[in-house]
């Protein structure tokens, strides 16, 4: 019926159920199709679109070989799930390559009426799946800084460039001149206003940067990256990670290059997530608060689905935590 009505089955669904935000002359198209094909809706099944799931989406745009390296979204499950299993929400995971199956994606998940509503991970440049879900009738939140006024509530510690201004600074005070920045993904929301918080936070001390490096989150890639900026003819002395893991990945590489850490190059991660305790020397990291933003969001978003859940407060900014991985510059040969 979507293929005889020129329309995708996400509205069809809205036109049949009388849900989301579709133009009339849609909705009678649509009809229209499905009195021609004949068509009827089936009771039951349509009792079961318009039944409560209880279930909340969790999209996450990544390789599986990089979420299951990637321990960031173990503390973000563990956030949500902390808020929505006791009040009997399940969480339903999907692991996409890009956009266009993400956005698919929720079109047939809201078609088969199996999520009551979705949780969107990282705020992108001109993001379309804020629309696309309001569009849908299908209640959201965003993890990350969208812009204000947008069609679904933003979740995640205000100024994101805090913590990157953090780590210049103590890097600032113990002498190093020559730093570099791994930046994640340029459309990332989050990789520009950090990139131009640590190119401010320099610009500000008369010094530029060593170099800037945007990439994606795998490890080959962390590795790659860290071992060009090594070979450069004048060496960063420090170099901050757009995550934990990375940074890790960071680390080993200029171990290998018989580098140590922090007497010939420091190193500085992003979300402070436990296995940066561990590690020798450990980790400092900028702390955003992983598993409390994943509860503020899991609250946020079922207070949308019409649940009598307490206001979801989510204070403070990230903050550098300083460890070992830092120390002072070395000197000059």
Known sequence: MAAAAGVSTATVSQAVNGTGRISEATRRRVLAAAAELGWSPSASATALRRARTRTIALVVRRPTDVLGVDPHFSELITGLEGELAPRGYGLLLHLVPGLAEESA???????????????????????????????????????????????????????????????????????????????????????????????????????????????????????????????????????????????????????????????????VGYDNLPLGRWLHPRLSSVDQQVQRVGAAAALTLLARCGEDVPTALLEGRPRLVVRESTGPAPAAP
């Open 105 to 267: 994606l929720y079109e047939r998940l809201v078609a088969e009426g199996r999520i009551d509503g979705a949780v969107l991970t990282e705020a992108r440049s001109d993001d379309p799946r804020p629309g696309l879900l309001r569009q849908l009738g299908l209640p959201a939140v965003l993890l990350g800084s969208p812009e204000r006024g947008g069609p679904v509530p933003g979740v995640g510690l205000g100024q994101q460039g805090a913590g990157v201004r953090e780590a210049v600074a103590h890097l600032l005070a113990l002498g190093h001149r020559r730093i570099a920045y791994v930046a994640g993904p340029a459309e990332l929301v989050h990789t520009g206003a950090r990139r131009t918080a640590f190119e401010q936070a320099l610009a500000e001390a008369g010094l530029r940067p060593a170099a800037v490096r945007h990439t994606d989150f795998t490890e080959e890639a962390a590795v790659a990256v860290t071992e060009e900026l090594l070979a450069l003819p004048d060496r960063p002395t420090a170099l901050v990670f757009p995550n934990d893991s990375m940074a890790v990945c960071g680390m080993g590489a200029a171990q290998r290059a018989g580098l140590r850490v922090p007497m010939d190059v420091s190193v």
